[in-house]
């Protein structure tokens, strides 16, 4: 059975660091994985899509990598800014099965 | 785009009430997928639609929980009765999917669904 983890939990950094969210999974197998954004009483926004075959993805001040043979991503954001802060989850979508499990998220805070 | 649309975004009802959530994919997605929220459990899938066909109903948790997707523009999720224990975030999502390839799925805003 496919499990999620990122770590951490919650993290709160001053505006302009650069961050690494972490993201692991317990089955390699997978068809792809996707990082989502959620804000406070709202819905899921994509950010990145990165399939089995693909090692990382880019979007503006984001990269996503992906190892799967160690079941790990990392979703990187460089220069933090307070618009950055909400929950990001990722999100795995395992070989035979059409489940996208998802992580309990990471609560992130870029105070000014 | 207007991306995926639900319907209500808030919903109070009393136990044992009929509820029914609605949504609207994005128009030329063939996949539709709902899914819940809660503190507890985090999100799951509830029941996953290709074409207008339910592949994978396992996450539904109860019979008193159904789905219907009658066109490609449409989904219900219906619960009858509701429970307190209900109570949650439910999300509908939609992406196009074929040929072994599984692309990105976008999300709607949610029901927040209240049960007292």
């Known amino acids: 059975k496919q499990e999620v983890t990122q770590i951490p939990a919650a993290l709160s950094v001053p505006e302009g660091e650069n961050l690494v969210l972490n993201c692991s999974f317990t089955?390699?197998?997978?068809?792809?994985l996707q990082w989502f954004r959620q804000d406070p009483g709202k819905g899921l926004t994509s950010l990145l899509l990165i399939q089995s075959s693909q090692r990382e993805q880019t979007s503006g001040r984001l990269n996503a990598s992906l190892d799967k043979s160690s079941g790990r991503s990392t979703l990187y954001i460089a220069a933090s800014q307070p618009g950055d802060s909400a929950t990001y989850l990722c999100?795995?979508?395992?070989?035979?099965?059409?489940?996208?499990?998802f992580g309990t998220g990471t609560r992130l805070q870029v105070f000014p | 785009d207007a991306g995926v649309i639900q319907s209500p975004r808030h919903e109070v009802t009393e136990m044992g009430q009929e509820v029914t959530l609605r949504c609207k994919p994005i128009s030329g997605h063939n996949s539709l997928f709902w899914y819940r929220q809660t503190m507890m459990r985090g999100l799951e899938l509830l029941i996953y639609?290709?074409?207008?066909?339910?592949?994978?109903d396992s996450g539904m948790p109860e019979d008193r929980f159904s789905a219907k997707m009658p066109n490609a523009s449409f989904s219900t999720l219906k619960i009858q009765p509701s429970e307190p224990r209900d109570s949650a975030v439910y999300f509908c999502?939609?992406?196009?999917?074929?040929?072994?390839?599984?692309?990105?799925?976008?999300f709607g805003p949610g029901t927040r669904l209240t049960v007292l």
């Open positions: 999100a795995v979508r395992t070989l035979g099965t059409d489940k996208l499990i």
């Open positions: 999502a939609s992406s196009w999917e074929g040929a072994g390839r599984f692309n990105e799925q976008f």
């Open positions: 089955d390699s197998a997978i068809y792809n």
């Open positions: 639609f290709n074409n207008n066909v339910p592949i994978d």
